[in-house]
């Protein structure tokens, strides 16, 4: 029922920004944790950062400070604004969502997935 796409990766150089979108069907947004992760090839899957139905936002220490969460309910689109991108950042990422739960950073507790969109950023 619950259906995730995401879509705005690319190619930058270091230093640069992309802006991710995660457009949702067969939920409202504001209703669910929505999370990012990103897997890297040979890597496992790793928590980048989430917003909970009250909008409360976590982040990876490695991303923080430089990515933003946020969502538009109207558009049922969460979206995740990288800034200052680094070549440790390239990684195929992933949006999830769960109805609710304290262990967000844990990607064995979402139940539904979108496709991945690329990221690749060159030093």
């Known amino acids: 029922q619950v259906q995730l796409v995401e879509s705005g990766g690319g190619l930058v150089r270091a230093g640069g920004s992309l802006r991710l979108s995660c457009a949702a069907s067969?939920?409202?947004?504001?209703?669910?944790?929505i999370t990012w992760f990103r897997q890297a090839p040979g890597k496992e899957r790793e928590f980048v950062a989430t917003i909970t139905m009250g909008s409360t936002t976590n982040y990876a220490d490695s991303v923080k400070g430089r990515f933003t969460i946020s969502r538009d309910n109207a558009k049922s689109t969460v979206y995740l604004q990288m800034n200052s991108l680094k070549p440790e950042d390239t990684a195929v990422y992933y949006c999830?969502?769960?109805?609710?739960?304290?262990?967000?950073?844990?990607?064995?507790?979402?139940?539904?997935w979108g496709q991945g969109t690329q990221v690749t950023v060159s030093s």
């Open positions: 067969g939920l409202t947004v504001s209703a669910y944790l």
């Open positions: 999830a969502t769960e109805l609710s739960g304290q262990d967000y950073y844990d990607p064995t507790k979402y139940h539904s």
